[in-house]
């Protein structure tokens, strides 16, 4: 995750006008997996165990189904069930706490009171060569990681704050602007570009 103004600290965050965090993990659960922590008895129609492994309501939001979706060669992981979920819960707390509780931002219109961070969900996955880890970026963006060791937490906090600054200037051009996938309420937004040469290539 990566801010733009000032130390990364809570206090310094909340004091700077117009900063922008663009968080690298998921920043919500599905809301068919917060109902069964709550009621297991209440958790809603059962999962069909013939059905694709995303359209698992308990595992994956329907943000994680649109990316999946339109980038099959990236498979999201579940923060509820997959080994990403002690990272989304970190982020998760830190997101509420640097926003006073609004929580990440899901709607494309939606900017942030000058008092208060911005916090986007970003994949960095989505803007590299390939769908691993240890990919580069695509071209378009390595004169901007330029000294950064791929596949390094380094590397990826730093194209995650590119993507939150391409967020935050709406630009096309030399940094994206950020399309947001379809959602739900409570089921969040990933956001990535949505220009092709920024993007994981051949991808619809």
Do not use: Q
Request: hydrophobic residues 45%; contains cysteine.
């Amino acid at each position: 995750m990566e801010a733009f103004c000032g130390p990364s600290s809570h206090d310094a965050l909340r004091a700077c006008a117009r900063v922008v965090v663009g968080v690298d993990a998921p920043l919500g659960y599905p809301r068919a997996f917060r109902a069964f922590v709550a009621d297991p008895a209440a958790s809603g129609l059962p999962v069909n165990p013939a059905a694709p492994f995303v359209d698992n309501p308990l595992a994956f939001r329907v943000t994680d189904r649109a990316i999946a979706e339109g980038f099959p060669r990236k498979a999201p992981l579940s923060a509820s069930f997959d080994k990403l979920g002690n990272p989304a819960t970190v982020a998760m707390r830190h997101t509420w706490r640097w926003t006073n509780g609004r929580g990440p931002l899901v709607d494309l219109g939606d900017r942030p009171n000058p008092d208060t961070p911005a916090v986007i969900e970003v994949y960095p996955a989505l803007s590299k060569v390939e769908p691993r880890r240890a990919a580069e970026a695509t071209a378009r963006y390595r004169p901007l990681l330029d000294g950064l060791m791929a596949g390094t937490d380094r590397y990826d906090a730093a194209l995650a704050a590119i993507l939150a600054l391409g967020w935050a200037a709406g630009d096309d051009v030399f940094v994206p602007r950020m399309g947001v996938t379809p959602s739900a309420p409570g089921e969040g937004a990933i956001w990535y570009p949505t220009h092709a040469e920024w993007r994981l290539p051949n991808m619809p």
